[in-house]
């Protein structure tokens, strides 16, 4: 019953910015664990960006200092604000939900719900 709706993401160039949008159909939903992830063509999902109940965050080391994971309560959404694109940022782009982790989850079984995936392109 609870779903997870993204939006944004989409063509952008190098150095430019993208806002990525998760929309909690339950807005109680935006007190658990939560992340994004991304996925090239051929690769594994893989971790991007967490934020634990608490509101302590973690992001993998290539996205450090570029990207910011955040809640909005007002929109009932789970956001991730990306500067200074690079090319290698491209990717489908997920957002998840954890009903029973508390903390920063940075592996892709510690989630039990997924969005539907948001292209984001970033060209030269």
């Known amino acids: 019953q609870v779903q997870l709706v993204q939006s944004g993401g989409g063509l952008a160039q190098a150095g430019d910015s993208l806002r990525l949008s998760c929309v909690a159909s339950?807005?109680?939903?935006?007190?658990?664990?939560m992340g994004w992830f991304r996925q090239a063509p051929g690769q594994e999902r893989e971790f991007v960006a967490a934020i634990a109940w608490s509101g302590n965050t973690d992001y993998t080391d290539s996205v450090k200092g570029r990207f910011t994971i955040s809640r909005d309560h007002y929109r009932n959404a789970l956001l991730l604000q990306m500067n200074s694109l690079e090319p290698e940022d491209t990717a489908v782009y997920y957002c998840a939900l954890s009903r029973t982790y508390y903390g920063l989850g940075t592996d892709v079984g510690r989630y039990d719900f997924w969005g539907q995936g948001t292209q984001v392109t970033v060209s030269s």
């Open positions: 339950d807005p109680s939903w935006l007190t658990y664990a």
